[in-house]
């Protein structure tokens, strides 16, 4: 059974609906232990003042805010603290708005919202939120603490379930000012041909088809490592090739996505177009074993035989 991660209820008009909050995502990255390489002893991470070059204690520690060149703001754990949000134990609804009109630049994090108890008033009202969340097809649009932070969230139907994500301020999305647009529009041919390539590719949306491919990497070198194995580190970091002839380049594209192709086909002309990494992803639909410390050349090889 999952671990709440919040309690509370979930507030619009003069309704309260008893609530519980659950991450709707779980941590899949391989964490490490810092160690002294010589010995394999932990690291300790210790805090030292940069002018008696003493340890300081945690309790001693204030927090400096920098005025741009300007000297620092200090500012004490009491200080902060004053302008805290309020730990409420209320997500307050302030609106409803069309799911569509949100756009996903704002989204955040993702939690489900499940009902906290299990007493028959506490199910009929989130099930009747539930229910008229999506006859609207509308997202909720309000406010709540978790921990010390005050977040604008979304709460939308999700798998029979209300979800909520917390969201991005406006303010917190750059500027888009200053970042190029790629020039002047394309010929309508190059146009033609991207749009072809593009539907050439399209397929339904699948989440299981796409798979954490460095963590699986990072998974095979620590079992190589476990059995003892030597770890061969390819040469550098490969720079994507110029686009010559966009044309050209567009056209052997969708030569290539309507000639498909499979893990271990394609001529070695083809396999010299990819990278490493599309060539480490073949080698393992192929299966080829030692795949993980092979360089590009050899992935060629492998891949052709």
Not at 72 to 92: F, G, K
Not at 169 to 179: Q, V
Not at 212 to 221: E, F, S
């Amino acid at each position: 059974m999952a671990r709440a991660l919040w309690s509370g209820s979930l507030s619009f008009g003069l309704v309260n609906v008893p609530v519980q909050l659950f991450s709707a995502v779980r941590d899949r990255d391989l964490h490490f232990t810092q160690l002294h390489e010589k010995d394999g002893s932990p690291i300790e991470v210790r805090r030292f003042c940069a002018e008696e070059d003493e340890e300081v204690a945690y309790e001693a520690i204030a927090h400096g805010y920098d005025l741009e060149g300007h000297g620092q703001v200090v500012l004490t754990d009491e200080e902060l603290e004053a302008v805290a949000p309020s730990r409420t134990r209320t997500i307050e609804i302030d609106s409803f708005v069309e799911v569509d009109d949100v756009d996903p630049m704002h989204f955040d994090h993702p939690y489900f919202l499940a009902p906290a108890g299990d007493t028959e008033g506490t199910r009929r009202a989130y099930r009747l939120l539930l229910e008229a969340m999506g006859e609207s097809d509308r997202a909720a649009i309000g406010r709540f603490v978790l921990r010390s932070k005050e977040y604008l969230v979304a709460i939308r139907v999700r798998d029979d379930r209300l979800s909520l994500t917390t969201m991005l301020f406006p303010d917190e999305i750059r500027d888009r000012k200053g970042i190029p647009t790629g020039g002047k529009k394309p010929a309508k041919k190059q146009l033609d041909g991207a749009v072809a390539l593009i539907e050439a590719l399209a397929v339904e949306w699948d989440p299981e088809q796409y798979k954490d491919r460095y963590r699986k990497r990072l998974q095979d070198v620590i079992k190589r490592k476990k059995q003892g194995k030597t770890i061969r580190i390819p040469d550098g970091d490969e720079q994507p090739a110029p686009v010559v002839d966009l044309m050209a380049a567009l056209e052997r594209s969708l030569e290539q996505a309507h000639g498909g192709g499979g893990a271990r086909g394609g001529s070695d002309g083809e396999l010299d177009d990819l990278s490493r990494e599309e060539l480490y992803e073949r080698a393992q639909q192929a299966d080829v074993p030692g795949r993980s410390s092979m360089s590009k050349k050899e992935l060629i090889e492998a891949l052709s035989g």
